[in-house]
């Protein structure tokens, strides 16, 4: 039996699971659907059209579905839609999608929010993530699964975010970062190899991995376009390597982080 405290409001046309728990100060808008086993702590605002699968846990004052922060916007059917077993600690925020966009913001699984940490209109954001405390993704972002952002991070409008990669705390990512790249103050700095190996990736393709990753930036042999084709004739087997080519053929208006020239 659904477990709502006395102090809550929760609209009678919002849909919640048997066995969801809503704890004091919360309130639950009229489009609300909330899946089983998900657990709002105290003083949650969930509102809108918005989605929540089941098993996720929303601390006190974790916000989710109000309308973006965008000042084009004119839409009233927009919609966020997240995904299973998710943490959303203190102070975190999403919001639904946008007219600017496809009007739908997307939050994958088994993600970790920390404490004041938000994702904006239109993002989607994969699986197994972690964003620190008050890292900041703005509109339109793609976060890929098992990517990792430090404290203090902001990611700017329509900028991927690869597989695996990591983040460091206080960096600004003004470009895509390559899949199981990571970043720290002056740019892409490298490979996030502790990650790989925590992930049990066999070195031989780990190897592999960082020879093509100075081939394909460090070099000074021609321009990075040129390098990127030739990798891409030589069709390298190595999945981690397909999956670095790959991500460089598809960038978004704001194009592929480099590392930084000394």
């Known amino acids: ?18 066995d969801v728990e809503v704890g004091p100060f919360c309130t639950i808008g009229p489009q609300v659907k909330i899946g089983a086993g998900t657990r709002l702590m ?4 969930i509102d809108g059209d918005t989605e929540i699968g ?14 973006c922060q965008h000042k084009r916007n004119k839409a009233t059917d927009t919609k966020l839609v997240v995904g299973n077993d998710n943490i959303f600690r203190e102070h ?9 966009d496809k009007k739908i913001t997307i939050i994958g699984s088994r993600n970790w929010f920390l404490v004041g940490s938000h994702v904006a ?3 989607i954001v994969g699986d197994d993530i972690v964003m ?6 703005a509109g339109h972002v793609i976060v890929e699964n098992r990517a990792i952002i430090g404290a203090m991070a902001g990611v700017l409008q329509f900028t991927r975010i690869g597989e695996g990669a990591m983040i460091g705390g206080m960096c600004g990512v003004p470009k895509d970062v390559i899949p199981f790249g990571i970043v720290m103050k002056d740019g892409l700095a490298g490979l996030n190899l502790v990650g790989l190996q925590r992930a049990g990736v066999d070195k031989a393709l780990v190897m592999e991995l960082q020879k093509a990753f100075k081939e394909l930036f460090l070099s000074e042999e021609g321009v990075f376009g ?6 891409i004739t030589e069709n390298s087997q190595n999945p981690l390597i397909q999956k670095v080519l790959a991500f460089c053929q598809n960038p978004s208006k704001n194009g592929i982080l480099h590392p930084e020239r000394k």
Not at 226 to 231: E, G, I, N
């Open 92 to 100: 975190f925020t999403a919001h639904t999608g946008s007219d600017v």
């Open 54 to 67: 089941s098993g996720n846990t929303l601390y006190p004052f974790a916000s989710l579905g109000l309308p």
């Open 1 to 18: 039996m659904t477990k709502i405290h006395p102090l809550s409001i929760v609209d009678s046309k919002a849909e919640l699971a048997d």
């Open 226 to 231: 040129d390098r990127l084709a030739k990798m």
């Open 42 to 45: 105290s003083h949650n605002v």
């Open 121 to 123: 209109h239109d993002c």
């Open 132 to 137: 620190s405390n008050n890292a900041g993704l």
